[in-house]
């Protein structure tokens, strides 16, 4: 039994240290925890993804309150109450539409500075793997909620997307009607869509983001030189009033200085596009009330799922379908395909620099012929774009055995 | 500075992402059509007439090939020989029928560019026009698949061109003439019996633009020239016009039915209900739609939509009108916007003054 001073007053700080040991948390988890010095405004995308994810939550309670979830009525609730009737309910659609999309942009910036930072090894192969789980999550997320407009894209997309099940040559179509609860998109399966997206999988995310952040605080952050820090000394000097000797910095308030400066640009951008510029995220296609009769020219997923998209496409069936599953899973081996101990950005890195800048263009490349027709040139750089994709992680596996040790 | 070329380069790729995914395969998509500026002058007519006879010219060339290929075999069969020289023969008849029709449009436009040069006599054109009267009485009844349009205003409302055109062959003037083996099955077809020399079309036109004219609201224009076949549900607008409020259920059903008979003649004309127009300024681009409206063959060929023959100025009113309906945010989201962004540039000067203060002592 733990000691309890009893004339401390209810709610004092005292009482609440006895029963919740609050300056410790504050200690461990805010003042005392130490972030580098060394970092640049990618560190701060972290805490802009939290923020996103916040404005999805709130701005996704507002619109559930006038969102029904029945083929019959879903197109004109999204439509017409929450856009004409229900007051600002446009402006919480238009947050909620711009931050799905802008989230994947952070996402993919995030990732791509944890890639070229080396911060997903040597004790941070955790924070990489609970990283990619929400990354996944965070698709499903996205893909179930794209579902709810009920609008042609919806219809086609979610057609699409939930025949991959088929498996192809092994002919799942009983699996496909499972996952759909009909033979093709109905009621039962914008139903489910709507449970997993207001529910299942928003509860697996904020679980998967407590992880993550756990993951983080005994590794702790990688910096801009991927240098090995002696955090407790470094501490001692911070403590000691010698700032400027010491390598670390308080996350607060010191890093969250920082972080809510971007974060303050950030928004400035984020409100821009949620007022001028909101076509990109919500396409014009999906305005079309949902036609199981009428297919649209040309069906593509959103932009971030487009370089996927563009592995599966340009292979016959099966192996198309073989490419596109090992899309999905080889991000997160790569903790594991990196064979390189160095933890250092990769222009110290040799040929991994020249790697890193090949993903990237590459990436971008299937991105953007991913939504283009699958139509002569077209479909040939797809395919050597896809090609290129599956080949770099045996190259990664070779470069990064015969790195030289920094 | 290392921050801001780290900027650089992520701003760099992400309009990259950017231009690559909305712009650029945007315009790759979609086939890009040229408006006309809402001058109807047949141009538009005429060059589709002829890009039929290239694309037939080129099947031609395919069924001839095809024939000389079959004919080449040895022992080909009958049949295989059969089916290659009634290939030929039917593309052979469709080049003769698209080259008529490329002869007849340039006529008939002809004709219409010098129907408009005549003089008028608007005494007589008053006369004529009591023709029209007879279907365009005002009774909302459908004739042969829509309701007779009210024509007090036509003369604001549509081109001096259109309307010489549509008396003189409602199929050509509305570019739905691929519908009708003979104009006078359309549902206007009868006019050509009944008004049949240029100068009587002259001088109704002459009468129309004079006398049949009014200021036109957005919401009037647009149901003038598209409420006939369209409904807009998010405005309460039916091929009957706007829906009147009932105090009893009962009434509000047998409306509702009236609505449905309505809509199952509509349907039987055009082939199929034309769609609701609620959220159709978000579904499609401002240049599709102006494009479309202007002339619905170039986006969508072979649609029964027909050409209505709107001027520039009531095209803007019905997409005045549409964005009301549709986009009905628009005004506010205008208003607020700057204050929001305002508010952001105001936290992120006071963000950046803290930063500097927690920051001052480290370096």
Not at chain 1, 47 to 73: C, E, H, Q, R, W
Not at chain 1, 98 to 111: C, E, N, R, T
Not at chain 1, 124 to 149: C, D, H, K, N, Q
Not at chain 2, 99 to 119: C, G, M, P, R, Y
Request: aromatic share 14%; proline share 5%.
């Amino acid at each position: 039994m733990a000691h309890f001073d009893e004339n401390a007053k209810p709610f004092s700080n005292q009482w609440l240290n006895d029963r919740l040991a609050i300056d410790t948390v504050k200690r461990v988890l805010s003042t005392e925890y130490w972030i580098p010095k060394n970092i640049n405004f990618l560190w701060a995308m972290g805490m802009i993804l939290a923020a996103t994810f916040g404005l999805l939550v709130v701005s996704g309670i507002f619109l559930l309150m006038y969102y029904k979830p029945d083929a019959n009525l879903a197109f004109d609730s999204v439509n017409y109450t929450i856009m004409s009737e229900v007051g600002f309910g446009w402006l919480w659609r238009h947050i909620h539409g711009v931050a799905a999309s802008v989230v994947f942009l952070i996402i993919y910036i995030h990732m791509l500075t944890g890639i070229y930072y080396s911060s997903y090894k040597k004790g941070r192969e955790l924070i990489w793997i609970s990283g990619m789980l929400l990354f996944v999550t965070f698709s499903a997320e996205a893909f179930s909620g794209y579902m709810l407009p009920w609008g042609q894209m919806s219809y086609w997309a979610g057609m699409v997307i939930t025949n991959l099940f088929e498996g192809g040559s092994l002919e799942l179509t009983g699996l496909v009607e499972w996952i759909r609860g009909d033979y093709v998109p109905g009621d039962a399966y914008l139903m489910r869509f709507f449970m997993l997206h207001v529910l299942l999988l928003p509860l697996v995310i904020i679980g998967l983001i407590v992880f993550h952040f756990a993951s983080l605080r005994l590794p702790h952050v990688n910096n801009q030189e991927g240098e090995e820090i002696d955090f407790e000394e470094a501490a001692r000097l911070y403590k000691e009033d010698k700032k400027k000797e010491s390598k670390v910095i308080p996350f607060n308030p010191v890093f969250l200085s920082k972080d809510i400066f971007v974060m303050g640009v950030y928004f400035i951008l984020f409100f821009f596009l949620v007022f001028y510029n909101f076509d990109f995220a919500m396409d014009p296609v999906n305005f079309d009330p949902a036609d199981g009769l009428q297919t649209p020219t040309h069906i593509y997923p959103e932009w971030y799922f487009l370089w996927s998209y563009e592995i599966l496409r340009p292979f016959p069936k099966d192996p198309g379908l073989i490419a596109f599953l090992i899309a999905q899973v080889i991000f997160f081996l790569l903790p594991f395909i990196d064979r390189s101990s160095n933890v250092a950005p990769a222009h110290k890195r040799g040929l991994f620099v020249i790697w890193f800048w090949v993903l990237v263009v590459d990436m971008i490349a299937l991105t953007v012929l991913g939504k283009l027709p699958p139509e002569g040139m077209f479909n040939t750089l797809g395919t050597v774009a896809a090609i290129i994709f599956l080949l770099m992680w045996p190259i990664l596996f070779v470069i990064t055995k015969f790195e030289k040790k920094l | 500075m290392r921050e801001f070329k780290i900027l650089a380069v992520v701003v760099f790729f992400t309009l990259l992402v950017y231009v690559g995914v909305e712009p650029f395969a945007h315009s790759q998509m979609h086939a890009h059509v040229e408006g006309h500026d809402f001058v109807y002058d047949g141009t538009a007519d005429i060059e589709e007439a002829n890009t039929r006879v290239e694309k037939t010219k080129e099947a031609l060339e395919k069924a001839k090939e095809r024939l000389t290929e079959v004919q080449s075999i040895e022992n080909s069969p009958q049949e295989d020989l059969v089916k290659a020289q009634d290939a030929v023969t039917k593309q052979e008849n469709a080049l003769a029928k698209a080259e008529e029709t490329v002869t007849h449009k340039k006529s008939f436009w002809a004709n219409v560019a010098s129907i408009a040069q005549l003089d008028v006599n608007i005494t007589n054109g008053e006369m004529s026009f009591g023709t029209c009267i007879a279907c365009h009485n005002g009774a909302g009844i459908n004739m042969g698949g829509v309701i007779p349009p009210n024509l007090d205003r036509i003369g604001s409302l549509y081109d001096k061109n259109y309307l010489i055109a549509l008396i003189k062959d409602p199929a050509m003037a509305s570019n739905v003439d691929h519908k009708y083996a003979n104009t006078m099955m359309h549902p206007m077809g009868s006019v050509m019996a009944m008004v049949t020399s240029d100068q009587q079309i002259a001088d109704i036109v002459g009468y129309i633009m004079q006398n049949k004219v009014g200021e036109l609201e957005p919401k009037a224009a647009f149901e003038e020239a598209c409420v006939r076949c369209h409904a807009v549900r998010y405005a309460k607008v039916t091929q009957l016009g706007d829906t009147p409020e009932f105090k009893e259920e009962k009434d509000a059903l047998a409306h509702k039915i009236k609505v449905l008979d309505e809509q199952a003649l509509v349907e039987a004309y055009m082939g199929k209900l034309p769609p609701d127009l609620s959220m159709m300024i978000r579904a499609r681009s401002p240049h599709y739609m102006e494009t479309f409206v202007e002339n619905p063959q170039t986006q969508l060929p072979g649609t029964s939509m027909p050409r209505v023959g709107l001027t520039k100025e009531n095209y803007e009113k019905v997409k005045t009108y549409l964005e009301e309906v549709g986009d009905p945010s628009k005004p506010a989201r205008e208003a607020i916007g700057p204050w929001v962004i305002l508010f952001f540039v105001v936290f992120t000067i006071l963000a950046y003054l803290w930063k500097k203060s927690q920051w001052k002592d480290l370096h």
